[in-house]
């Protein structure tokens, strides 16, 4: 396919992307503002986390048997009018709750189509440099968008709803473009299907693998934003939530420059197995630095830590799982992996939150550090080794 349209596609998902920050960011808001309730804020996140954590797998076998683009197509007329919807009926906190929910169902099926349909449309090694692309122009559309939503709920509400149906159209119009790729799955039934992904998952031991890794991985990282802020309000005390603020910040610009060379091609990587293992890596050493040495220079370095463990992280492991699923599989190992991903996030939260009220932050960060560190590297030690068997396999054949 011609590679200047493969980039327009991009541009039309993160175009959608900066929408949904939009209309997620103004639900929250909104949800408050018309109960009054924190509690609403932490129902809220419960129904945008829901679809991920329960259906990933349902969706991605849909994504399998009726093929990315229509997956694609039917999320994007179902969010648009959705957003639609709340154009109207905004100010109701029920229509709200019910509405991100829909909303978020179909946001992990667009992001399952999306990344079951790039590999279809280009080269197995260009997976990487687009990937990093997907990742680094849906940060940028991230980081305006809080702002610009905060601007207008105190304009118009309507209009930031609107916007975000002027986005799904454009992606619906770029998407309408793709060529139809029909799906490999016979005609069974959805159970059927459903199964057989299951089945392939448990015979397939290097999907195994990276999807063990990422659950015990985030299980530590995860939820570390419960004991990352009460340390610094330990630290630095009522002007903590400025130093927090600098440290998210130098993160993100980390991040974003670590993906940009990727981009580029200043930085290549053939292992992605093993670079997701040494990007996670990298994270645990930023919080055990953090917590042995709390002082400004620490905490400067251990931010760009940090930032390059999120750049390197996210398109490495997509990479690594589009090159190694099979293709009439890999709706259904990305609707699991999100499965997976989206638990872990979850059950570190509850964990950490409980265990940061009883002991030190401090103390707390050390643990994880040390603990995160000594597991991931003997992730890192087998990820390299079977990079290194398949690499001797693909030779020989």
Request: charged fraction near 10%; glycine fraction near 8%.
């Amino acid at each position: 396919m011609d590679k200047n349209y493969v980039y327009f596609l991009i541009a039309g998902k993160s175009f959608s992307a900066f929408g949904t920050l939009l209309t997620t960011f103004t639900i929250f808001i909104l949800l408050y503002n018309l109960s009054n309730l924190p509690a609403i804020i932490g129902l809220g996140g419960i129904v945008l986390s829901i679809p991920s954590m329960i259906l990933g797998g349902v969706l991605g076998t849909f994504v399998d048997k009726y093929g990315p683009k229509k997956m694609l197509i039917i999320s994007s007329i179902s969010n648009l009018l959705i957003a639609g919807v709340l154009i109207i009926l905004y100010e109701f906190w029920i229509v709200l709750l019910l509405c991100l929910f829909i909303y978020s169902t179909f946001l992990v099926l667009s992001g399952i189509s999306f990344n079951a349909l790039l590999p279809k449309l280009i080269g197995e090694e260009e997976l990487f440099h687009y990937n990093s692309i997907i990742s680094l122009s849906f940060m940028m559309a991230g980081f305006p968008a809080p702002v610009i939503a905060g601007y207008l709920l105190n304009i118009n509400v309507p209009l930031i709803f609107l916007v975000d149906v002027i986005t799904y159209a454009f992606e619906l119009m770029v998407v309408l473009r793709l060529p139809l790729i029909s799906s490999h799955i016979p005609k069974t039934s959805f159970l059927t299907d459903f199964h057989e992904g299951i089945e392939y998952l448990l015979r397939k031991k290097e999907i195994l693998f990276v999807i063990a890794m990422i659950f015990i991985a985030f299980l530590f990282l995860g939820g570390t934003r419960t004991i990352l802020i009460p340390y610094f309000s330990d630290l630095f005390g009522d002007n903590y939530s400025l130093f927090y603020g600098g440290f998210k910040s130098l993160d993100g610009i980390s991040s974003g420059i670590i993906l940009l060379a990727f981009s580029l091609g200043y930085i290549k990587i053939k292992k992605h197995l093993f670079a997701t293992s040494f990007g996670i890596i990298l994270f645990f050493i930023a919080l055990l630095t953090l917590s042995a040495f709390p002082c400004l220079p620490v905490i400067i370095f251990s931010a760009i830590l940090s930032g390059t463990s999120s750049g390197m992280i996210s398109p490495n492991s997509m990479t690594y799982i589009q090159k190694t699923a099979d293709s009439k599989f890999l709706g259904r190992v990305i609707g699991v992996q999100e499965v997976i991903l989206s638990a872990s996030t979850l059950i570190s939260y509850i964990l950490l939150g409980a265990l940061a009220t009883i002991y030190s932050r401090r103390i707390m960060l050390s643990w994880i550090g040390i603990m995160g560190l000594l597991i991931m590297s003997i992730f890192a030690i087998f990820s390299l080794r079977m990079e290194n068997n398949l690499s001797h396999k693909s030779e020989k054949n």
